[in-house]
């Protein structure tokens, strides 16, 4: 569905409820939450890789954590980093990455490839535990090397931002792929005719998400209205109606 399509099927159902007219920006802001709650449902079920528990009957609770990392991977992208210098106590460094706060799960990281210390190929960083560094940094066989490179994760999203310490500190740079929340969220643009909102496809953004959680998002949103509705309904009606442009 486009945007317009969602926005529509919205709008019919709160008229059914009586809920009155939605406006553009009130939409907006509703489907920009939609899609945050959703996303952050699916990076859930693919970080614990376990199916959700099935309650209410929703399409969405039967997602596997397969079908949940095909839904987001149009919010996966990569970006380089650089590795700088962080005084931790007087006289002592380490190289540390800070990444930016769109950073909502992190999938994979690489040390780039980098001919001044003899690297041709992306090689992937483990990432340790807390408790465990101490005894990988002093190992004689697991010692951190360009080869085998480690980092220790501290901070949050919503704190100050992720950071990770890399070992050993000639790392210089680390490619990161992570899923992110896109700064320009699905917006349902229009121009005023005849002092009536028309849809602008041209300035609307359309959703990342792929089609099959078009409904969710629909749900989604008529649940923050107060309106309570089941995905088989909304399946059912998308099957015998065919929602038309206001006129």
Same mark, same amino acid.
């Given at each position: 569905?486009?945007?317009?399509?969602?926005?529509?099927?919205?709008? #019919?159902?709160?008229?059914?409820?009586? +809920?009155?007219?939605?406006?553009?920006? @009130?939409?907006?802001?509703?489907?920009?939450?939609?899609?945050?709650? %959703?996303?952050?449902? +699916?990076?859930?079920? /693919?970080?614990?890789?376990?199916?959700?528990?099935?309650?209410?009957?929703?399409?969405?609770?039967? %997602?596997?954590?397969?079908?949940?990392?095909?839904?987001?991977?149009?919010? %996966?992208?990569?970006?380089?980093?650089?590795? !700088?210098?962080? %005084?931790?106590?007087?006289?002592?460094?380490?190289?540390?990455? #800070?990444?930016?706060?769109? &950073?909502?799960?992190?999938?994979?990281?690489?040390?780039?490839? @980098?001919?001044?210390? !003899?690297?041709?190929?992306?090689?992937?960083?483990?990432?340790?535990?807390?408790? @465990?560094?101490?005894? /990988?940094? +002093?190992?004689?066989? /697991?010692?951190?090397?360009?080869?085998?490179?480690?980092?220790?994760?501290?901070?949050?999203?919503?704190?100050?931002?992720?950071?990770?310490? &890399?070992?050993?500190?000639?790392?210089?740079?680390?490619?990161?792929?992570?899923?992110?929340?896109?700064? #320009?969220?699905?917006?349902?643009?229009?121009?005023?005719?005849?002092?009536?909102?028309?849809?602008?496809?041209? !300035?609307?953004?359309?959703? +990342?998400?792929?089609?099959? /959680?078009?409904?969710?998002?629909? &749900?989604? &949103?008529?649940?923050?209205?107060?309106? !309570?509705?089941?995905?088989?309904?909304?399946?059912?009606?998308?099957?015998?109606?065919?929602?038309?442009?206001?006129?």
């Amino acid at each position: 569905m486009t945007i317009d399509e969602i926005y529509r099927l919205v709008q #019919t159902f709160a008229n059914k409820e009586q +809920r009155g007219f939605i406006t553009p920006s @009130d939409f907006n802001l509703l489907v920009k939450q939609a899609e945050l709650e %959703l996303l952050n449902k +699916r990076l859930s079920i /693919v970080q614990e890789k376990s199916q959700p528990k099935k309650a209410g009957g929703f399409i969405e609770e039967s %997602l596997t954590p397969e079908m949940a990392e095909q839904d987001i991977a149009p919010f %996966l992208i990569s970006n380089r980093f650089s590795a !700088n210098l962080s %005084l931790v106590a007087s006289g002592y460094s380490e190289k540390e990455v #800070t990444l930016t706060d769109d &950073v909502l799960l992190i999938k994979e990281i690489f040390i780039l490839a @980098d001919e001044s210390s !003899n690297i041709n190929s992306h090689i992937p960083l483990e990432i340790v535990k807390p408790e @465990d560094i101490n005894k /990988v940094l +002093r190992s004689s066989l /697991v010692k951190p090397s360009m080869d085998f490179p480690v980092g220790l994760m501290s901070g949050s999203p919503t704190n100050g931002g992720l950071k990770i310490k &890399v070992f050993p500190d000639s790392i210089s740079h680390v490619m990161i792929y992570y899923y992110h929340m896109p700064q #320009t969220p699905p917006q349902w643009n229009y121009v005023t005719i005849a002092g009536k909102p028309v849809y602008d496809p041209s !300035n609307s953004t359309q959703s +990342r998400f792929p089609a099959r /959680v078009h409904g969710e998002i629909v &749900v989604k &949103v008529l649940e923050y209205l107060g309106v !309570n509705l089941r995905e088989s309904q909304l399946v059912k009606y998308a099957q015998s109606n065919e929602v038309k442009a206001d006129s």
